[in-house]
């Protein structure tokens, strides 16, 4: 899982809440990934940032909202407004955004939403 | 829009065949494509990549991929296969914005003893 970390493994809470994700790299990468993962639909984009007080949304940003206030570190918010919010969430790193640099993932949360 | 896809959800066979798990893409332009694996509960490994040049890629565990460009795809290949390669496999291609990955959904392989 090369030196990105997530925590925590898993995380449980109520319908309703708010919740932050945690995602740090010590990588020095200038790019990181926030991705939802569902059994059987692969991995789908949820946010993006390329550089430092900047970020972009992926596929299906809403529900969610992101910070970038450090190069290390990439934290996700799981608001109460995504409406299934249950799933595999993995964040990654890229030494820059350009196609040919290869991501590096961090171990994963599992968010249980009852 | 970009795409790509895994037609197999899933791949079983047994220890010491050669295995193939498929991908094909539809990209704009050149395209950049990536295989990574994923174990349970775990993130995903990056296995290799192709960028331009031999369309045979070669990448980590023994594994090496097949580019071909007249049918759209870049199988992966192994011609051992271990049991401990049991996993989820994801293939990948750069986004037209070279931003982002845009993942298909993943072939579970199964390999026998």
Known sequence: DGGITQSPK??????GQNVTLSCEQNLNHDAMYWYRQDPGQGLRLIYYSQI?????KGDIAEGYSVSREKKESFPLTVTSA?????????????????Q?????FGPGTRLTVT | AQSVAQPEDQVNVAEGNPLTVK???SVSGNPYLFWYVQYPNRGLQFLLKYITGDNLVKGSYGFEAEFNKSQTSFHLKKPSALVSDSALYFCASANQAGTALIFGKGTTLSVSS
């Open chain 1, 52 to 56: 430092v007080n900047d970020f972009q």
């Open chain 1, 82 to 98: 995504q409406k299934n919010p249950t799933a595999f969430y993995l964040c990654a790193s890229a030494l820059s955004s350009a």
């Open chain 2, 23 to 25: 991908c094909t893409y």
């Open chain 1, 100 to 104: 040919s640099y290869e991501q590096y």
């Open chain 1, 10 to 15: 898993y995380l449980f809470r109520k319908e």
